[in-house]
């Protein structure tokens, strides 16, 4: 049983188009997050989502957009996809952490890559 | 500002002992972890520290000294498969994960 997954697992398109990733998990958890790892393997957040709050890297181009029809799914939408945003998008999640004290791991989807011609 | 700092890249022989390294300033500090990435996939979680100390589990074992801003992952008895990168990232004031850019490691036989 796949835990987070994401599709499609690779994407290619071009300039200028919208795109959009879909990522489920079955986990039960209650947080979901998008990350952007680019060619130099940074790790970047750019949305953290819970049934109380959209948390939104300001450094995200509003082009961006994140769309959660229930607690299992969160989709990232793209407008007008440039050559930058060619990268491997990740989705996770983890469930809250019960106290200030603790904090859970997150589990990661398999990625998608992204490339924009 | 918040930064991560881990080396870009190591290399050690099957067998062998390898620490890799990791030095953080963050605005405030609610614990660190460790992740392991293989080329083309996921990362996927090793090891959670928040208090000072060694956390062992298997080959794998992880210390944090938060007075130092510094923490390491120590494995053990290395195989070809823990050729991977590394990744540090730590938890700020806001409860944010912050990302090291990872440690690539390389196994040679």
């Known amino acids: 049983d796949t835990a987070v997954s994401q599709t499609p697992k690779y994407l290619v398109t071009q300039m200028g188009n919208d795109k959009s990733i879909k990522c489920e998990q079955n986990?039960?958890?209650?947080?979901m997050y998008w990350y952007k790892q680019d060619s130099k393997k940074f790790l970047k957040i750019m949305f953290s989502?819970?049934?109380?709050?959209?948390?939104i890297n300001e450094t995200v181009p509003n082009r961006f957009s994140p769309k959660s029809p229930d607690k299992a799914h969160l989709n990232l939408h793209i407008n007008s996809l440039e050559l930058g945003d060619s990268a491997v998008y990740f989705c996770?999640?983890?469930?809250?952490?019960?106290?200030?004290?603790?904090?859970?791991?997150?589990?990661f989807g398999p990625g998608t890559r992204l490339t924009v011609l | 500002g918040q930064n991560i700092d881990q080396p870009t890249e190591m290399t050690a022989t099957e067998g062998a002992i390898v620490q890799i390294n990791c030095t953080y300033q963050?605005?405030?500090?609610?614990?660190l972890f460790w992740y392991q990435q293989h080329a083309g996939e996921a990362p996927t979680f090793l090891s959670y520290?928040?208090l000072d100390g060694l956390e062992e589990k298997g080959r794998f074992s992880s210390f944090l000294s938060r007075s130092k801003g510094y923490s390491y992952l120590l494995l053990k008895e290395l195989q070809m498969k823990d050729s991977a990168s590394y990744l540090c990232?730590?938890?700020?004031?806001?409860?944010?994960?912050?990302w090291g850019a990872g440690t690539k490691l390389i196994i040679k036989p």
């Open positions: 963050t605005s405030g500090f609610n614990g």
């Open positions: 520290n928040v």
């Open positions: 990232a730590v938890i700020d004031s806001n409860y944010q994960l912050i």
């Open positions: 996770a999640s983890s469930q809250e952490a019960a106290d200030p004290y603790t904090y859970n791991e997150q589990f």
């Open positions: 989502y819970n049934n109380k709050e959209l948390i």
């Open positions: 986990l039960g958890h209650d947080t």
